[in-house]
């Protein structure tokens, strides 16, 4: 079995495609099916790889646009994984029938968990690249109430998008001011929070750094908060954060439908249906979390922080179910069937 992917320690495809490369090869080899990644029509993000049998990875946000290309995939591809149920629901109302859902892994050797800081601040995690889908809009604008009301409030944020053309998406946020740049691009996401009146002092930006170092980042912090409008996977950065022993604030809707619980995080409940558009055209539906509700539970976590440790070990112990030789295993597990089935096709028609 083959992995079409990109490989790297930067980005999210580049994660999961050098960990699944790794664990798939593990396994009894199955000749003449390779695992794609797939492009936001649907299609093999290299068609150069294209074999006997294919089987395909996709995340998508896209809700309305995807439906352009599910009949055609559900021909071409001989079965298609979605990186969450969210996701799975879109294919299957598109007329998918061969999908399923496999997660995105997190490797225990780098993400376990930390003692909480020592100090008496207290320390708001913010990770992800900076775009209106991803709400850190919604963060700033949450983080600037609760700087304004706690001195010992600060937010450490990752949020380094290298795609100019994701980062102007945040132009479209109605809770903030956004200054588009294509030339600065790697450090708009820091001075726009300042901009926004966040206190420079208490605002802690980290550059791009390697996954294998994130963890250190989040031992200095108390609580991450991800009011994510919509994620077609799981959040990988979310659910390494939480295997590091930290509870979550984050919305509980698509992607993250699938990790998030009361019993590990600090579910958001409520939500206004979002209408996205590209070029002129409606592209999908996302559900935005109220900011009242962010300030509420963000101010709730403030004054009961003693009650986060306990709550992040849950959350480790949870994101133990994530592993990238179980979702190795999975994948190997529908090729080995494709595989079979078309041998005993071709047994029988010969």
């Known amino acids: 079995m083959k992995v079409s992917m990109p490989s790297g320690s930067m980005h999210g495809w580049g994660v999961a495609g050098t960990y ?15 695992l794609h990644c797939m492009s936001r029509s649907l299609a093999p993000r290299m068609q150069e790889a294209w074999d006997a049998i294919n089987i395909g990875y996709c995340f998508f946000e896209d809700s309305i646009e995807v439906l352009n290309f599910t009949r055609e995939a559900a021909k071409r591809w001989d079965f298609i994984v979605a990186g969450s149920k969210w996701c799975e629901y879109q294919l299957r109302i598109g007329g998918v029938k061969n999908c399923c859902t496999i997660l995105q892994g997190i490797d225990p050797a780098h993400f376990f968990p930390e003692p909480f800081p020592a100090d008496d601040r207290f320390v708001v995690f913010s990770g992800g690249k900076f775009e209106l889908r991803k709400g850190q809009d919604i963060v700033i604008a949450a983080m600037k109430v609760m700087m304004q009301r706690h001195p010992d409030v600060y937010l450490s944020c990752s949020w380094t998008n290298q795609w100019p053309f994701s980062l102007a998406t945040m132009g479209w946020s109605r809770l903030i001011t956004y200054r588009h740049d294509e030339v600065d691009f790697l450090n708009l996401p820091g001075r ?53 022993g930290r ?5 509980d809707s698509s992607g993250h439908a699938d990790v998030i619980t009361p019993s590990i995080a600090y579910p958001l409940s409520r939500y206004v249906p979002m209408v996205v558009s590209s070029g002129g055209v409606q592209s999908a539906v996302w559900e935005e979390p109220v900011l009242e509700e962010v300030i509420e539970t ?8 003693d009650e986060l440790p306990g709550k992040g070990l849950l959350a480790a112990e949870d994101m133990k179910r994530l592993t990238w030789d179980g979702a190795a295993r999975q994948f190997h597990y529908i090729a080995t069937k494709l595989a079979n089935r078309a041998e005993l096709a071709r047994m029988q028609g010969a």
């Open 20 to 34: 699944l490369e790794r664990e798939i090869a593990k396994l009894p080899p199955v000749p003449g099916v390779t």
């Open 192 to 244: 726009c929070a300042l901009e926004n009146g966040l206190d420079p002092a208490r605002t802690l930006v980290h550059p791009l750094v390697d996954n294998t170092m994130m963890r250190r980042l989040f031992a200095e912090t108390h609580v991450g908060l991800f009011p994510n409008r919509c994620e077609g996977g799981n959040n990988m950065v979310m659910c390494e954060y939480m295997a590091c």
């Open 247 to 251: 509870t979550v604030i984050a919305s």
């Open 298 to 305: 963000l101010e709730w976590t403030y004054r009961n922080r």
